[in-house]
Every structure is written in C-alpha cells, then in structure tokens.
Nanobody, 124 residues
Framework: VQLQASGGGLVQAGDSLRLSCVASGRTFSVQKMGWFRQAPGKEREFVALIKWSGGSTLYTNSVKGRFTVSRDGAKNTVYLQMNRLMPEDTAVYFC??????????????????WGQGTLVTVSS
C-alpha cells in the first residue's frame, strides 16, 4: 500500500486545516488507517485512527474534540480535520496503514505502510 499525505501548512492558533491521505495499491488489505505526528526533537506520537471499513475511531486525548478523522472509501482517502489548532500541534503529520485485523493498537510499530509526512506549523 502506498500512501500520499497532503494538506499541511502554516496557520495561526485557532485556525483549521484538513489533511488528506490517499491510499493506492493493495488497499483491499487495509484494516485501519492512523495519523501520527512528530514534533522537532520528539518521538512520533499517535494522533487518531479509523477503521478502514468505517465507523470506529480513536483519538489521543490532546486532540479529542478538536480533530476529526474520516474516510471516503470511493476515493481511498482518509482525512484529518484539525480545528482550533494550537502551537503545540506543530509537527510533521504522517498517515499510516495497518493490514492486521482491526484493533485499537496505536503503536507506530504495528502499522505496515507510511506516507511521507506533511508539515503543520501553528504560530501563536
């Protein structure tokens, strides 16, 4: 599975952005998609995940109520709508795909395929 993330940019605190991740290749094997982020000098951290067939989502506490993960099956695309952005949301955001049976495991090591990352910078 190949993943292409896009939508990052420079915004001010309180603004919104929507990230997209287009999947191609053996997408029929994908069970869940995740969004992760990595800030400068920090480890990659889980942000959100969604069941590829739709319906089930999970968020890290710091983004609950502000971020929404969704998918468009017809377009093989997963979105991350980010509202009320804060400077601490500044990071490179990655999408990832997991072919293992559905679970709420959020460890980065459990995901098989990764996109290239898109930079989100939130100024105060």
């Amino acid at each position: 599975v190949q993943l292409q993330a896009s939508g990052g940019g420079l915004v001010q605190a309180g603004d919104s952005l929507r990230l997209s991740c287009v999947a191609s290749g053996r997408t029929f094997s994908v069970q869940k998609m995740g969004w992760f982020r990595q800030a400068p000098g920090k480890e990659r951290e889980f942000v959100a995940l969604i069941k590829w067939s739709g319906g089930s989502t999970l968020y890290t506490n710091s983004v609950k109520g502000r971020f929404t993960v969704s998918r468009d099956g017809a377009k093989n695309t997963v979105y991350l709508q980010m509202n009320r952005l804060m400077p601490e949301d500044t990071a490179v955001y990655f999408c990832a795909a997991d072919r293992a049976p559905w679970s709420i495991i959020t460890a980065a090591s459990s995901f098989d395929s990764w996109g290239q990352g898109t930079l989100v910078t939130v100024s105060s």
